[in-house]
C-alpha cells in the first residue's frame, strides 16, 4: 500500500511541476517581474472567462505583478493536487478553495496569516462581516472571500403554469405536493417526460452542500460543541438529520425527482430543457438561465422547523513563498476584495458580492432591479449557515455524501445511513 501512495503522490508531483515550472522559469527571465500562480477551479466556463478578464485587467495595471489564473478542476478533485503540491514544496502562490479546507491546510503550516496585512488595508472594512467565520480557524485569519453565494429553489414559471400551480412552496409538504403536481406524462404514453425535482446523485461536496439546509431547517446540527473539532460531529441520533434525508427520499419514492448522473448535481441542463420544473442551485447558474433565454425564478428553501441555506463561495489563500511573492500576492488578493472586481464579478457571474460598496453601487443595484432572482439570494442570505473549516472537513464530507447517496438509491434507511457514517468517522477521529 505504502508502494502504491508514494507512486500516486510523484505522479501528482509531476503533475503539479509541470503547471508551476513555468512560472519560476519566467521569473528568473525577466528582472523585477514577479510572476504569480492562482489555481482555480471556477465553473461553468462562462464564469472562468469572466474572471480571466479581470486578471488580465490586473496584469495590465501591475507590469511588476504578473498573475496566471490556472483552473485545475472542480474542487473534489483539486484536494489531492493540493495537499501533493504542499508536501511537495511546490504550492501555488494563491488558491481559490472554499473555506472549509483552511484547517487542513493551517495545520500543514502552508498559509500566511493575513491578520497584520488586512489590519492596515482600507478593503477590511469593506467585506460583509458575516463571512468573516469563514476566514477563521484559531484566532487568526487566514483568507480573504472572494465570493459568496447560497443555494434556492430555481424553478420554471411556465411549468408551474401548466400543471395550475398559483403558489410557491413554503414549507416541506407544500413542496413535496407541488413535486407530485409538476410530475407528468405530457404524451400519454405511459412514461413520466417531467419530473417535479432535480436532485443531486454522488457522495461529492455539491451533494451535501445542497442537503444540509435541509438538515439545519429541521433543527438538526453538524457538530455538537466544539466547532473547530472533527471529533465533535454528531450524525448518528439526529432527528435533524433523519428527517432530511427521509424528505429527499420521500420525493424519491414519490416517483417525482430526478436524480443527476453521479456526481453531475450542478448541471442545470435538464432545468432548462424542461425534463425537470425545480432543482437546488446557486446564483452562480444565474448567467447560464440568462444565456439559455428559458423563463426562470428562485424561491427560498422549503422550510421545515426554521429557514436556513447554505452559505457559499470561495476564498483566496495565501501560501508561504518569499516574502516579496507573498506581498505581491497580497496586492492581488485586495485587487479581488474591491468594490471594481467585485461589481464587475457579480455582474457578469451572479456571485453575490463580498464587498459591501459593491453591493450598494448604483450599477449592482441596477442589475438586482432586472434580475429579480438575485434579491432572493441577498434576503435569504441572513438565514445562511457555514460550514465547518476544521481539519478532517473533507473526511467528513465524504461519509456524509456516502450515507445521503445511499438513502437516495434505497440501499439505505436514513437511521441505518447516519448510523454507519458516525461509526466511520468515530474510527477516523476518536
Known amino acids: 500500500m505504502q508502494y502504491y501512495l508514494r507512486r500516486l503522490l510523484l505522479l501528482l508531483l509531476v503533475g503539479i511541476l509541470a503547471l508551476s515550472g513555468c512560472q519560476i522559469m519566467r521569473s528568473g527571465v525577466e528582472a523585477g517581474v514577479i510572476h504569480l500562480t492562482l489555481w482555480q477551479g471556477v465553473n461553468p466556463p462562462q464564469n472562468r472567462d469572466v474572471l480571466q478578464k479581470l486578471v488580465d485587467k490586473f496584469n495590465q495595471t501591475h507590469p511588476d505583478i504578473q498573475v496566471e489564473s490556472l483552473y485545475v478542476g472542480q474542487q473534489d478533485q483539486q484536494t489531492p493536487k493540493i495537499l501533493a503540491a504542499v508536501v511537495g514544496n511546490a504550492p501555488p502562490d494563491l488558491l481559490w ?222 501560501f508561504k513563498t518569499t516574502p516579496e511573492r507573498e506581498k505581491a500576492a497580497f496586492t492581488f488578493a485586495e485587487y479581488a476584495v474591491s468594490a471594481e472586481f467585485q461589481t464587475e464579478l457579480a455582474l457578469g457571474t451572479g456571485y453575490l458580492p463580498i464587498n459591501l460598496k459593491s453591493r450598494q453601487s448604483p450599477q449592482y443595484q441596477e442589475f438586482v432591479k432586472k434580475l429579480p432572482p438575485v434579491q432572493v439570494f441577498l434576503d435569504q442570505a441572513k438565514h445562511g449557515r457555514s460550514r465547518p473549516i476544521f481539519p478532517g472537513y473533507n473526511r467528513i464530507s465524504d461519509s456524509l455524501g456516502r450515507a445521503i447517496e445511499a438513502v437516495l438509491l434505497g440501499q439505505s434507511s436514513p437511521a441505518d445511513a447516519l448510523q454507519t457514517t458516525q461509526r466511520r468517522l468515530d474510527l477516523i477521529f476518536k
Open 97 to 318: 478553495y472554499n473555506p472549509t479546507i483552511a484547517g487542513q491546510l493551517v495545520e500543514l503550516d502552508a498559509l500566511i496569516s493575513l491578520d497584520e496585512q488586512l489590519a492596515n488595508s482600507p478593503v477590511k472594512d469593506e467585506i460583509d462581516p458575516t463571512l468573516f467565520a469563514s476566514m477563521e480557524y484559531k484566532g487568526k485569519l487566514w483568507s480573504v472571500p472572494f465570493a459568496t453565494n447560497n443555494v434556492g429553489v430555481y424553478y420554471r414559471p411556465s411549468l408551474f403554469k401548466a400543471a395550475g400551480i398559483t403558489e410557491l412552496p413554503r414549507t416541506w409538504e407544500e413542496f413535496r405536493q407541488v413535486a407530485k403536481k409538476l410530475t407528468r406524462d405530457l404524451d400519454g404514453d405511459g412514461r413520466i417526460d417531467q419530473y417535479g425535482m432535480f436532485l443531486p446523485l454522488g457522495k461529492g461536496e455539491f451533494t451535501v452542500f445542497t442537503w444540509l439546509p435541509f438538515m439545519w431547517s429541521s433543527g438538526g446540527e453538524l457538530v455538537n460543541g466544539d466547532t473547530q473539532n472533527a471529533a465533535s460531529v454528531v450524525l448518528q441520533d439526529n432527528p435533524g438529520a433523519i428527517a432530511a434525508l427521509q424528505f429527499w427520499r420521500n420525493l424519491i419514492t414519490d416517483g417525482s425527482a430526478m436524480l443527476s448522473g453521479p456526481e453531475r448535481g450542478y448541471e442545470t441542463g435538464d432545468l432548462i430543457a424542461g425534463n425537470v420544473a425545480m432543482q437546488v442551485t446557486g446564483p452562480w447558474s444565474l448567467g447560464e438561465f440568462t444565456d439559455s433565454g428559458v423563463d426562470f425564478a428562485v424561491f427560498p428553501i422549503p422550510v421545515d422547523q426554521e429557514p436556513a441555506t447554505s452559505i457559499g463561495g470561495e476564498n483566496l489563500f495565501l
